[in-house]
């Protein structure tokens, strides 16, 4: 399996801020790479797909970078819907795995 | 919009199996794959295994011994078991469309299901 590791695992920042998660895959997965945000109680929600195309509908605020094994997600003037945890996923090859998720809490 | 909704039972013994149906809403299973992802604290978001409407097939290599998945294209519906569970089997279970047909496995997963909190307990 690829393994996908997020940082930082938590993040603590206040509305306006721009935020920044990292996703770090074992090997290459090309821009084969998925973020995800998921709020207390609900399904996680496609943001990006492709490593950086946005879904239909979700705020420009959301933007998302990388190829090969370094991905960034990125929050520019964080609002207080985005407080939630984010998941990358890749989809290179064998089976689909997750990053462990990082937390965007409220400073 | 595809809507997807999990049912079965909520709680199931040890070495039992676990049985899930996900009912696709607004949209023909024939549209895309459909995925089974469970997540747990312990194990966070895994995935189960993926089936398309003709019945292919792929699983996770750390379930494979123990899951099945089936396609009932009369119900737009399609299904999960997982055999001999333990506790370590206890998680939320989603179901959720894979890409789409035109994209080869494996992909993104949208849209998921609410998800069901099975409990391996006796």
């Known amino acids: 399996d690829i393994q996908m590791t997020q940082s930082p695992s938590t993040l603590s920042a206040s509305i306006g801020d721009r935020v920044t998660i990292t996703c770090r895959a074992s090997q290459s997965i090309n821009s084969w790479l998925a973020w995800y945000q998921q709020k207390p109680g609900k399904a996680p929600n496609l943001l990006i797909s492709?490593?950086?195309t946005l879904e239909s509908g979700v705020p420009s605020r959301f933007s998302g970078s990388g190829s090969g094994t370094e991905f960034t997600l990125t929050i520019s003037g964080l609002q207080p819907d985005d407080f939630a945890t984010y998941y990358c996923q890749q989809y290179n090859r064998y089976s689909p795995t997750f990053g462990q998720g990082t937390k965007v809490e409220i400073k | 919009q595809v809507q997807l909704q999990e049912s079965g039972p909520r709680q199931v013994k040890p070495s039992e199996t676990l049985s899930l149906n996900c009912t696709i809403s607004g949209g023909s299973i024939r549209s895309k794959y459909w995925s089974w992802i469970r997540q747990s604290a312990g194990r966070g978001l895994e995935w189960i295994g993926r089936i398309d409407s003709t019945g292919s097939i792929g699983y996770n290599p750390s379930l494979k011994s123990r899951v099945t998945m089936s396609v009932d294209t009369s119900k737009n519906q399609f299904s999960l078991k997982l055999t001999s569970v333990t506790a370590a089997d206890t998680a939320m279970y989603f179901c959720?469309?894979?890409?789409?047909?035109?994209?080869?496995?494996?992909?993104?997963?949208?849209?998921w299901g609410q998800g069901t909190l099975v409990t391996v307990s006796s």
């Open positions: 492709k490593a950086s």
């Open positions: 959720a469309g894979e890409g789409t047909m035109a994209m080869i496995p494996p992909n993104w997963f949208d849209p």
